[in-house]
């Protein structure tokens, strides 16, 4: 494959990824109650949504812009242990599969923006 079908599917990927991690963060910023129970409810203290909200959105903005490689891999990392700890904590919280599989459908976007900005894009 060409490195412009690389980039192509590079931004076929990352826009959804991006847009879910965007407006994911900027709910979790809002405060919105039913969030805040659904986090409350896992075990977590409210505040971590204004963590994790920043660093969602942060991160995202860092991927998009792609200008800096290494913080840019570092974005990646955070969102990987992100949603495997979201993924986990609904799973050992009892939660039923369709709070579960989400994480991971996300995961999946994310899994083949990092590999096509590796093989087309970074290179």
Do not use: Q
Not at 15 to 26: N, Y
Request: charged share 15%; glycine share 10%; net charge positive.
């Amino acid at each position: 494959m060409n490195s412009k079908k690389y980039r192509i599917l590079y931004w076929v990927f990352t826009i959804p990824f991006c847009l879910s991690m965007l407006g994911s963060g900027l709910v979790y910023l809002a405060g919105i109650p039913k969030i805040v129970e659904m986090i409350t409810a896992l075990g977590y203290p409210a505040y971590i949504l204004k963590i994790l909200g920043t660093a969602k959105v942060l991160g995202s903005l860092t991927i998009l812009a792609g200008r800096f490689p290494r913080i840019k891999e570092w974005a990646y990392a955070g969102f990987t242990f992100n949603l495997l700890g979201a993924f986990a904590s609904h799973t050992f919280h009892g939660d039923p599969i369709g709070h579960r599989i989400p994480p991971l459908v996300v995961l999946g976007l994310m899994m083949a923006s990092y590999r096509y900005w590796k093989k087309g894009v970074a290179s």
